[in-house]
């Protein structure tokens, strides 16, 4: 059975402090590993796809990462627009999407 | 470009009684997906649509069913609602039958009493 599991819960940071979220995974078959951002009452926002070890995605202050395991969302100087739930999405052989429970990110200016 | 719309957003249903969900995806859209998301169990899968099929579906009871109409629109039915259905409902659309970059709505909140 595809799992992911997302550390930590949560996350206090003050701005300009980087840090990195985790997300572990099992799968069969992967075919693709997804990051997202959600805010409280809000849809999930796509934020970057990875497809195979050694891969990296990077926009503005975020930069995705996937190994054989792992993914890793390396946030560098947040700022306090930056607190949301980061949510890490497993797609493995049978298409269905497993979330992980998040990592809520709170930036304090 | 319009996104994905979902109504309603919000919805107060009693138990015993059943209750419809609509999505309207991205225009040229042609997969929709269901999910539904609580503060204990996160989000979780409950089925896709594509041209009109069900092409996934998670593990949910059969108290749960959808549908696609040919302009891809979907619906999503809950049948004699529990008090443990009370979640967001969130929908999403994409353009392939893969996940690749889905687009999700803002839910429909629903809360059964």
């Known amino acids: 059975e595809d799992q992911v599991t997302q550390s930590p819960e949560a996350l206090r940071l003050q701005e300009g402090e980087s840090s990195s979220l985790n997300c572990s995974y099992t799968?069969?078959?992967?075919?693709?590993l997804f990051w997202y951002r959600q805010d409280p009452g809000k849809g999930p926002e796509f934020l970057f796809t990875l497809y195979s070890a050694g891969e990296e995605k990077e926009k503005e202050r975020l930069k995705a990462t996937l190994t054989k395991k792992e993914s890793f969302l390396h946030i560098t100087a947040p700022k306090p627009e930056d607190s949301a739930t980061y949510l890490c999405?497993?797609?493995?052989?049978?298409?269905?999407?497993?979330f992980g429970k998040g990592t809520k990110l709170t930036v304090n200016p | 470009k319009a996104g994905v719309t979902q109504t309603p957003r919000y919805l107060i249903k009693t138990r015993g009684q059943q209750v419809t969900l609509s999505c309207s995806p991205i225009?040229?859209?042609?997969?929709v997906s269901w999910y539904q998301q609580t503060p204990g169990q996160g989000l979780q899968f409950l089925f896709e649509?594509?041209?009109?099929?069900?092409?996934n579906k998670g593990n949910f009871p059969g108290r749960f069913s959808g549908r696609q109409f040919s302009n891809s629109r979907s619906e999503m039915n809950v049948s004699t609602l529990e008090l443990g259905d009370s979640a967001l409902y969130l929908c999403?659309?994409?353009?392939?039958?893969?996940?690749?970059?889905?687009?999700f709505g803002s839910g429909t909140r629903l809360t059964v009493v």
């Open positions: 649509y594509f041209s009109e099929t069900q092409r």
């Open positions: 225009s040229g859209h042609r997969s």
């Open positions: 999405v497993l797609q493995g052989g049978s298409e269905k999407l497993v």
């Open positions: 799968v069969s078959g992967l075919r693709g």
């Open positions: 999403a659309s994409s353009l392939t039958e893969a996940a690749y970059g889905y687009t």
